[in-house]
């Protein structure tokens, strides 16, 4: 009996060092939301790495599907915005403290907009993505860099356009607004789901035929519909946003891909109308 107890300890122990070898140097990483998988991706490898929030859903009222718990309780370490701005996982960052949770507010720094759209600045997510590389015992340094270089760029893009204004379509954006000092005048909606009220809608109407602003940014989730409205007749810049970035390729360069193409969709939007004023109108 003591021999059985004994080779049964002895294989425990076994087993118990095996599962020891398999993980720590490389966990699974779960990030709540795809732009935060675009930072964990800069050192967290593709098959290592699942997001929460499925494509076509936003985290403003998203809930947790039963096959969702089996992807937290397979993850090691959760990259997320915290219970204020992703209630849906309270519970479980309760219930599994032994799981690493990384939450991007505790980045936040005294000053900055309540935006909880936390990804999008470029700051604090240099300083959540060092703490994940400590984790993993990897450099930080390179994806740093590379956000740098993207602000590099998107100011370059955006140079002389900084003071245009424009209208976005939801509250998502006031962090990379303020990282590149661009004018934004007005949203929609604060949160997605919810339509704009008419008084809203009449003031922003009132704005863009005044022509303060000369570009307006939908989503791919919404119908431009409202937008088309509230432009129609109206000589207007147009161009998308996407919160999620949900076309951007989960690839080391994720996070600076998706920044500079958001200066490049910006460029293109509110130069739209100079290029139209720039040429005489007289040869029609
Ligand atoms: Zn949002």
Same mark, same amino acid.
Not at 99 to 125: C, Q, Y
Not at 159 to 184: I, T
């Given at each position: 009996? +003591?021999?059985?107890?004994?080779?049964?300890?002895?294989?425990?122990?076994?087993?118990?060092?095996?599962?020891?070898?398999?993980?720590?140097?490389?966990?699974?990483?779960?990030?709540? #939301?795809?732009?935060? =998988?675009?930072?964990?991706?800069?050192?967290?490898?593709?098959?290592?790495?699942?997001?929460?929030?499925?494509?076509?859903?936003?985290?403003?009222?998203?809930?947790?599907?039963?096959?969702?718990?089996?992807? +937290?309780?397979?993850? *090691? +370490?959760?990259?997320?915005?915290?219970?204020?701005?992703?209630?849906?996982?309270?519970?479980?960052?309760?219930?599994?403290?032994?799981?690493?949770?990384?939450? =991007?507010?505790?980045?936040?720094?005294?000053?900055?907009?309540? *935006?909880?759209?936390?990804?999008?600045?470029? /700051?604090?997510?240099?300083?959540?993505?060092?703490?994940?590389?400590?984790?993993?015992?990897? *450099?930080?340094?390179?994806?740093?860099?590379?956000?740098? /270089?993207?602000?590099?760029?998107?100011?370059?893009?955006?140079?002389?356009?900084?003071?245009?204004?424009?209208?976005?379509?939801?509250?998502?954006?006031?962090?990379?607004?303020?990282?590149?000092?661009?004018?934004?005048?007005?949203?929609?909606?604060?949160?997605?789901?919810?339509?704009?009220?008419?008084?809203?809608?009449?003031? &922003?109407?009132?704005?863009? /035929?005044?022509?303060?602003?000369?570009?307006?940014?939908? /989503?791919?989730?919404?119908?431009?519909?409202?937008?088309?409205?509230?432009?129609?007749?109206? *000589? +207007?810049?147009?161009?998308?946003?996407?919160?999620?970035?949900?076309?951007?390729?989960?690839?080391?360069?994720?996070?600076?891909?998706?920044? #500079?193409? &958001?200066?490049?969709?910006?460029?293109?939007?509110?130069?739209?109308?100079?290029?139209?004023?720039?040429?005489?109108?007289?040869?029609?």
């Amino acid at each position: 009996m +003591i021999n059985y107890l004994l080779s049964l300890g002895l294989l425990l122990v076994g087993l118990t060092s095996l599962n020891a070898q398999a993980r720590p140097d490389q966990p699974v990483v779960l990030a709540s #939301v795809h732009p935060l =998988a675009l930072v964990a991706a800069s050192i967290v490898p593709n098959e290592r790495l699942k997001v929460l929030v499925p494509p076509g859903m936003t985290p403003h009222d998203f809930s947790l599907r039963p096959s969702d718990i089996d992807l +937290i309780q397979s993850a *090691d +370490i959760i990259v997320w915005s915290g219970v204020d701005n992703e209630p849906y996982l309270r519970g479980f960052a309760k219930r599994w403290p032994e799981k690493i949770w990384l939450n =991007a507010a505790d980045f936040r720094t005294p000053g900055m907009t309540s *935006d909880p759209h936390l990804w999008f600045a470029p /700051e604090l997510v240099k300083q959540l993505q060092a703490r994940l590389a400590g984790y993993l015992k990897q *450099d930080a340094a390179p994806f740093a860099r590379s956000v740098d /270089e993207a602000l590099k760029k998107s100011d370059e893009q955006l140079s002389g356009l900084q003071s245009r204004g424009f209208f976005v379509f939801h509250r998502a954006y006031d962090h990379w607004v303020n990282a590149l000092q661009l004018n934004q005048l007005g949203a929609f909606t604060l949160s997605p789901e919810h339509r704009p009220g008419l008084r809203t809608l009449r003031q &922003m109407r009132k704005q863009l /035929e005044r022509g303060d602003v000369v570009c307006v940014f939908s /989503e791919p989730e919404f119908s431009p519909a409202l937008v088309n409205r509230l432009t129609d007749g109206l *000589d +207007i810049g147009r161009g998308e946003l996407d919160p999620l970035a949900m076309h951007i390729a989960l690839d080391q360069d994720g996070y600076a891909n998706m920044l #500079v193409d &958001m200066a490049k969709q910006a460029k293109q939007c509110l130069s739209a109308t100079l290029s139209v004023e720039s040429e005489p109108k007289v040869a029609e």
